[in-house]
């Protein structure tokens, strides 16, 4: 199975600021990653595919750039409707794989 | 508009079975691979099990292979997640997603089905 390492496992930040989450893959993936937003008691929505494309209806203000084994995914200016947790998902290989997570908190 | 509504959790004793369920609606159903995902209290995301859009092909997490089976009904707009031989560790949050046109990518979520395992 394909490893993904995701860091950090929380971060807190003020509104405004970038952020900044990274995800590695155990092997290459080309760029078969996918970034999920998940706010508490709500089902995960997916907010990036294939490590750079932005779903239809997300701010512009995500984004997600790498391939093969190194990925990052970036707010560039956090909202307080940003906070949530945040996971990293390879299809390159199944099965599927999750990043642990990455809580964002407010400060 | 996309739903997806899944059913079937509950509580259930160490070796028991429960099969739940998912109904679909809004979009081509047979087109699609449809996916479980589970979430352990506090925990994050584990991707459990997909199955193709015609129901020929299954795909399972390794650790679960042989105990769970993903089945479909595209008369009735509906997956099933048969779980048997259940264990503590399965306790979660199950959810139904949808595939894009890109396999993998899960761009629908129900909201998730508690399956709770404890004698």
């Known amino acids: 199975d394909i490893q993904m390492t995701q860091s950090p496992s929380s971060l807190s930040a003020s509104v405004g600021d970038r952020v900044t989450i990274t995800c590695q893959a155990s092997?290459?993936?080309?760029?078969?990653l996918n970034w999920y937003q998940q706010k508490l008691g709500e089902a995960p929505k997916v907010l990036i595919y294939?490590?750079?494309n932005l779903e239809t209806g997300v701010p512009s203000r995500f984004s997600g750039r790498g391939s093969g084994t190194d990925f990052t995914f970036t707010i560039s200016s956090l909202q307080p409707e940003d906070i949530a947790t945040y996971y990293c998902q390879q299809y390159g290989n199944l099965p599927l794989t999750f990043g642990g997570g990455t809580k964002v908190e407010m400060k | 508009e996309v739903q997806l509504l899944e059913s079937g959790g509950g509580f259930v004793q160490p070796g028991g079975s429960l099969r739940l369920s998912c109904a679909a609606s809004g979009f081509t159903f047979s087109k699609f691979v449809m996916s479980w995902v589970r979430q352990a209290p506090g925990k994050g995301l584990e991707w459990v099990s997909a199955v193709s859009g015609s129901g020929d092909k299954s795909y399972y997490a390794d650790s679960l292979k042989g105990r769970f089976i993903i089945s479909r009904d595209n008369s009735k707009n509906m997956v099933y997640l048969q779980m048997n031989s259940l264990r503590a560790g399965d306790t979660a949050l199950y959810y139904c997603?949808?595939?894009?046109?890109?396999?993998?990518?899960?761009?629908?979520w129900g909201q998730g089905t508690l399956v709770t395992v404890s004698s």
């Open positions: 294939g490590s750079s």
């Open positions: 092997q290459d993936i080309s760029n078969s």
């Open positions: 997603a949808k595939d894009s046109v890109v396999q993998g990518v899960m761009n629908h």
